[in-house]
């Protein structure tokens, strides 16, 4: 039970709205964390990035 649990937290993936510098900040702090996630962003190209 336990090694499913664990499988099962591993397998996991927290979605990220948005990748600005807060959606990557997280996605970064996930990372070190090994956390896995996944960055979902609605912009084409970064070049309205900043407005
Ligand atoms: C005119 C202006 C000038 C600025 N100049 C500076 C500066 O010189 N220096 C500085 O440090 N800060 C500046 N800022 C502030 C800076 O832009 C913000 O503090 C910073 O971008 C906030 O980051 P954020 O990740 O919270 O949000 P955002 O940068 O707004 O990122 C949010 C992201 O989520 C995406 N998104 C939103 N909804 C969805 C959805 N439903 N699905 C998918 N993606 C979605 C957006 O496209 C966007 O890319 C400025 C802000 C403005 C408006």
């Known amino acids: 039970m ?4 664990a ?3 591993q397998q996991q993936r ?3 709205v948005g ?3 807060g959606g990557l900040t997280l996605a970064r702090i996930l ?3 090994g956390v896995a996630s ?3 962003e609605r912009e ?3 070049s309205r990035a900043g407005h």
């Open 2 to 5: 336990t090694t499913t649990i």
């Open 7 to 9: 499988n099962t937290k």
């Open 14 to 16: 927290i979605a990220i």
């Open 19 to 21: 990748a600005g510098p």
């Open 31 to 33: 990372q070190q964390h």
């Open 38 to 40: 996944v960055v979902y």
């Open 44 to 46: 084409q190209s970064p």
